[in-house]
């Protein structure tokens, strides 16, 4: 065998096998993303698992503020006579009585406030959001009456929207805790 043929054998080894670990390379680089793709897949379920449960501990503490809302409203007798005057007519409240039912206001508005934050930052279903903008269209104009800061401006600026424009009302209007 001469040096041409030799250095052209040499030479069609070297192709080969180039192409043996270009195909190599391939199954290899298919075989990672294929890897890469279901660990990405596995860790977009878990980050839904994890807001899940976030959203779920959130109803939770809502649901519980929310009890003990109404169970003080409903077991004083005084605040819930002051808040059935506000719901009839805010204006009639006294002096007194404004003054009650203005500090009550600002426990449940930071509640709202804070499903407020919530909805922004997507951790409220389409219904819970229809329903906080009902009540937010609701007291409003309540809290403007007794003077009540709202403390954030994007929740001033919503409260504001709603009560220019509030949503449809749909079933009952007797939640007015949010």
Same mark, same amino acid.
């Given at each position: ?6 250095? &052209?054998?040499?030479?069609? *080894?070297?192709? *080969?096998?180039?192409? #043996?670990? %270009? ?9 990672q993303v294929k ?5 990405? !897949? ?6 839904? &698992? ?27 007798? !005084?605040?819930?006579?002051?808040? *059935? ?9 006294? &002096? *007194?009585?404004?003054?009650? #039912? ?15 934050? @919530? ?5 409220? !279903? ?11 269209? &609701?007291?409003?104009p309540i809290w403007?009456?007794?003077? %009540? ?7 001033? @600026?919503? %409260? ?9 009302? !749909? ?8």
């Open positions: 065998m001469s040096l041409t043929e030799m250095s &052209e054998l040499l030479g069609n *080894f070297g192709e *080969f096998a180039g192409a #043996i670990a %270009v195909v190599v390379t391939l199954v290899y680089l298919a075989a890897l890469n793709k279901e660990a990405t !897949e596995a860790n977009t379920r878990q980050m839904e &698992e994890n807001r899940k449960l976030t959203l779920a501990e959130h109803y939770m503490r809502r649901s519980e503020r929310v009890e003990r809302g109404y169970a003080d409203g409903v077991l004083s007798p !005084e605040l819930s006579r002051v808040l *059935f005057k506000v719901y009839k007519d805010p204006g009639a409240l006294d &002096e *007194f009585e404004r003054y009650q #039912i203005r500090e009550w206001s600002y426990a449940h508005m930071h509640q709202l406030d804070a499903q407020h934050y @919530q909805y922004q930052h997507g951790l409220l !279903e389409d219904e819970a959001v229809e329903n906080l903008k009902r009540v937010l269209a &609701e007291w409003g403007k009456e007794l003077d %009540v800061t709202l403390p954030r401006a994007s929740f001033r @600026q919503e %409260v504001d929207a709603l009560m220019n424009n509030p949503p449809p009302l !749909e079933g009952s209007t007797t939640n007015k805790s949010g």
